[in-house]
């Protein structure tokens, strides 16, 4: 059973930063391509960034140059560094997992006050 585990959201205020990590279990986590989006409130749901088996990384342009994804296999961890943050930033963040099928995360809550 494929389970993501996501923690490090909360309250911030702009231009702080936050961490999200998510833990996959019951996948081969070393040949999936994981993913963090996001969907905030009346809007759908977003693409925030993607990282390969191959640490090739897609970043939404509205995230760039401020949040960082990274993966360590050793741990079955991916990682989410956001900086600058800022209040459109608010959204549930969720974990996403593709290998041969897709696997979501339950999200957590981030709120970025001005």
């Given amino acids: 059973q494929v389970q993501l585990v996501e923690s490090g959201g909360g309250l911030v205020q702009a ?13 081969i986590f070393r040949f999936t391509v994981m993913g963090w989006y996001r969907q905030a409130p009346g809007k759908q749901r977003e693409l925030v960034a993607t990282i390969t088996s191959t640490s090739t990384t897609v970043y939404a342009d509205s995230v760039k140059g401020r949040f960082t994804i990274s993966r360590d296999n050793a741990k079955n961890t991916v990682s989410l560094q956001m900086h600058s943050l800022k209040p459109e930033d608010t959204a549930v963040y969720s974990c996403n ?3 041969s099928a897709e696997y979501w995360g339950q999200g957590t809550q ?5």
């Fill in 15 to 27: 231009g702080g930063s936050l961490r999200l990590s998510c833990v996959a279990s019951g996948i």
């Fill in 110 to 114: 981030v709120t970025v006050s001005s």
């Fill in 97 to 99: 997992a593709r290998y």
